[in-house]
């Protein structure tokens, strides 16, 4: 069993699927809310991994959410002390940011909603994501993209977002997309965070068209996940 170390920013945005998948394999998570003022821990001799949740603000919002400091200094000592690393969107530019990439608006606008994402050729020859076609469905609810730190290898891009996911070494696996949603997750921030399909552009869906067969998507999705989350669930002390 690992005790595993996970970062939460917004009440909406937790391990979805995730939870079930660690539970179901006996490891212990720690959920630090840091949205309520549960602080970012001093150090990580408790913990076997570390996961870092998605939420709505930005890497840059450290004025108000001064935390987000604290996260990036976390992140710095897991990946270098090679703790299995995992990150979900806003945690996956952290890490980015962390490790020395920057996070940026993204140059094609939002991106909310089921949108296919592709393999790159690096993926192609790595043990990140071999259980995976060459291209597959995620879901999406981002307007930042990533640059990819020194040393990291890309591994999933889209039409509208080139940097979809990137991993450094064997431990550490940063995502801009969630497979971790439920279909409970995404009613929810369809309703929480409805002003963002109100933004223009070819990549933000309505809610209608990200809730039609929301049962069907989520089980699909839950396959791809289970095979994203597999090399790094291999990490784990």
Known sequence: MTKILVLQHHPEEGLGSLHNILAAQGHRMEVHRLDLGVPVPDDLADYGALIIMGGPMSVHDTDRYPWLLNEQQIIRRAVGEELPVLGHCLGGQLIAQAMGGQVIPNPDGPEIGWWPVTKTPEAMSSAWLAELPDSFTLFHWHSETFSLPSG?????????????????????????????????????????????????????????????????????????????YRPWLEQLR
Do not use: Y
């Open 152 to 228: 990291a290898v890309p591994l999933l891009s889209s039409d509208l977002c080139a940097q979809q996911a990137f991993a450094i070494g064997k431990h550490c696996l940063a995502l801009q997309g969630h497979p971790e949603v439920t279909p409970a997750t995404v009613q929810a921030w369809t309703e929480t965070m409805a002003d963002d399909l109100q933004q223009t552009g070819a990549g933000v869906q309505c809610s209608r068209t990200i809730r039609n067969h929301l049962e069907h998507k989520c089980a699909e999705l839950l396959g791809s996940a289970m095979a994203i």
